[in-house]
Structure formats: structure tokens, C-alpha cells
């Protein structure tokens, strides 16, 4: 299997000899129907079947929708939350809002860390990560959302956007995943970590390298990560490619669904961050 960018589909195991009486199964990007000489997949939808398509679609949705739907209970939520003066001004947000915050962040972390590296292809897990993941961005959303009506939708729309166009790519070929394709998209990923942690550290010191300050830099290195973020989709759909050709248990599914949630989140905290320097006077 080809390295990738996002940690949750790195070291995967291989498939299970033990499925080859199925044949391959049909991934993102292949015909159906199986190929000659291999049996059709079993209909037995026992927990120990081979992963397909379908379970990736289903398994993503399931975790999407349930972001979705607390995101946007959170947001509105959230917006309650701020304190604001008689002039109109925001001056605080109540303790709630800020746990939320501070809360989502830290459970989605640790859960992304113990399903990336424990390798667990866990539906509970995956969906507490989404859930997590809801309460933070949906906590965020709200209070951007406070200072600048119609950003979230307009974030949730580019970010869909960006998905279905990239997903379009990988089916039609005309990009194709190959490895210098995937080493340059790992050193960009790596390179991008490494200037935010700068840029983090040494603003920490007072040190201002334009980042994150809403300038040009900072639009300009954002429209960058969201093209980087893009990329990654298409080796998200390579790996979960690879994984239903090599045949893993259809729990795996799982696993898949939650190496596209991560780059799905981080594209809609980027594009949501471009939005912000757009709008802001």
C-alpha cells in the first residue's frame, strides 16, 4: 500500500488471504462486476465480508451527518452565549461556550490519535470523533457566524465543493495518485505543519510572520492548505481504493471514514479562516 498523508491510513494491515475465494471488490474507481475466474462477493453480510464501496459511502455519511446535525445544533447554540454590551460589542462568552470549545478540541484530538495510531476500526470511535469534532466546529461556527452571518454556509458549500470536485478527479483519471505524486503531497502536508507551528511558537513570543494575521500572506498561505487539504482527498480515495481491492473486513469501513473526516475537517476550518480575512473590514 502506498504511504499517505493522513495518519489514520498509514501501516494498514494487508488483507486476509482468506478472501481471495471472493475475487476483488469494487473500489472508488473500479468497473463492476468483478473480474474472470473470481467468484461474485458473498451476499452473507457477516461481520468477517470483505469491505466495499458501499460501506465506505455509508460509514462517511453516517459520520458526516452526525457532525452535521450537532454542528449545527452547537452554532445556534452558541450564539447565545456571548456576552454583548449595550453598544453591541461582544466583551466575553459564557464558560459553556468556551468548554465546548476548548472540550471538542481536545476529545476530537485524543480520539484522531488513538484511532490513527491504535489502528482501531471502531464505529463508536469514529462516530465520539465526529461527534467531537461537531461540538468544536459548530462552537466556532457560531461565534464567526455572530460576527458574520451566512459564513458557515458558505464554508460547508466550498467545502463540499472541493470534495465533490476532487472525488470527480479521482474517478475520471485525470489525476492520477502515483508515488511522486503522493511523496509531494506528504511534503507539503509536512511543510505546512511545520510553518503553523512556527508561526505558533514564535507568535507566542511576539514575533508576527504573517500567517494568521489576515493579510495578503495569510490569504494567500490559506488558498495554499486548502489546496494541499484538496490533494489529500484524492490519496484518502486511493487508500480506501486499496483497502477494498486487498479485501478487508468490511469493519475497516470505518477506518476509511474517519481518514476522510480528518481531511474534511481540516479543509473546513481552512476555508472558514480564508472567509474570515475576506469578510473582515
Known amino acids: 500500500m502506498r504511504s499517505t498523508s493522513n495518519p ?16 476483488p471488490n469494487t473500489g472508488f474507481n473500479q468497473p463492476e462486476g468483478g473480474f474472470p475466474g473470481y467468484a461474485q462477493a458473498p451476499t452473507d453480510r457477516g461481520d468477517d465480508r ?7 459511502v455509508v ?4 459520520s458526516l451527518g452526525l457532525a452535521l446535525v450537532i454542528g449545527a445544533i452547537t452554532a445556534i447554540w452558541a450564539q447565545t452565549q456571548l ?34 495510531f491504535g489502528q482501531k ?29 451566512g459564513i458557515a454556509l458558505q464554508a460547508l458549500l ?9 472525488l470527480v478527479v479521482y474517478k475520471t483519471g485525470a489525476i492520477k495518485v502515483t508515488p511522486k505524486l503522493t511523496k509531494w503531497i506528504i511534503g507539503a502536508v509536512a511543510g505546512v505543519v ?6 505558533l511558537v514564535l507568535g507566542l513570543f511576539g514575533v508576527n ?27 484518502d480515495f486511493d487508500m480506501a481504493d486499496k483497502m477494498i481491492r486487498e479485501g478487508l473486513p468490511a469493519k475497516w469501513a470505518w477506518y476509511a471514514a474517519f481518514g476522510l473526516m480528518t481531511t474534511l475537517v481540516w479543509l473546513y476550518l481552512e476555508i472558514l479562516r480564508l472567509l474570515s480575512y475576506l469578510n473582515s473590514d
Not at 124 to 149: Q, R
Open 194 to 199: 511545520i510553518l503553523m507551528l512556527m508561526n
Open 8 to 23: 489514520a491510513f498509514r501501516n494498514l494491515p494487508r488483507g486476509n488471504v482468506g478472501y481471495g475465494q471472493y475475487g
Open 50 to 56: 470483505p469491505m466495499t464501496v458501499d460501506d465506505v
Open 209 to 235: 510572520m504573517g500567517l494568521r494575521d489576515g493579510g495578503t500572506l495569510a490569504i494567500v498561505f490559506s488558498l495554499v492548505v486548502i489546496g494541499i487539504a484538496a490533494f489529500c482527498f484524492l490519496l
Open 158 to 166: 466550498g467545502t463540499a465543493g472541493v470534495f465533490v470536485a476532487m
Open 83 to 116: 456576552t454583548v454590551n449595550a453598544a453591541g460589542k461582544v466583551t466575553g462568552m459564557s464558560g459553556g461556550l468556551l468548554g465546548a470549545l476548548i472540550g471538542g478540541l481536545l476529545v476530537g484530538l485524543v480520539l484522531s490519535l488513538i484511532i490513527s
Open 121 to 149: 476500526a471502531s464505529g463508536p470511535l469514529t462516530l465520539a470523533y465526529s461527534a467531537a469534532e461537531g461540538v468544536f466546529l459548530g462552537a466556532l461556527s457560531g461565534v464567526f457566524e455572530f460576527f458574520m452571518p
Open 59 to 62: 460509514k462517511t455519511g453516517m
